[in-house]
């Protein structure tokens, strides 16, 4: 059984690995940690570089925790969201675990692109981190 990981940047993206990481303690599951970067003339080497080196982090964060973990950096020309959500379902994940990624604008909140995105297309159950 798999739980799926989109991590983006350590400050929220490493608030829902953590938790990722408990459930998958409590239920006896593997991680796959993944960033999706779309590729081509839209994705700099730097960006590439960080994602690699933010993914190691979190797979060996896992690790030390005592959850089988592996890492997926995905480039497919898809937009993250979509991405997510193909990814899922191909590695036929159990539960998807990621932050909410709000936007504060003046006085209303919405949330961020890729998370409703995942939110409204994803077949599995997801937990969602503020």
Not at 27 to 32: A, E, I, M, S, T
Not at 57 to 80: F, H, M, Q, T, Y
Request: one cysteine or more; charged letters at 30%; aromatic letters at 4%.
């Amino acid at each position: 059984m798999t739980i799926l990981v989109p991590v983006g940047d350590r400050y929220l993206g490493f608030k829902a690995l953590e938790v990722a990481i408990e459930e998958a303690k409590l239920r006896g599951w593997n991680l796959v940690v993944v960033n999706s970067l779309y590729g081509g003339s839209k994705t700099k080497v730097e960006q590439i570089e960080q994602a690699e080196k933010l993914l190691d982090e979190a797979v060996k964060l896992a690790k030390e925790n005592g959850v089988d973990a592996k890492k997926i950096l995905s480039v497919r020309g898809k937009e993250p969201g979509e991405d997510i959500v193909d990814l899922a379902d191909e590695l036929g994940a159990h539960l998807i675990v990621m932050g909410c990624g709000i936007i504060r604008e003046q006085f209303e909140m919405e949330l961020m692109e890729t998370t409703r995105y995942v939110i409204l297309h994803a077949s599995q159950p997801m937990l969602l981190i503020k």
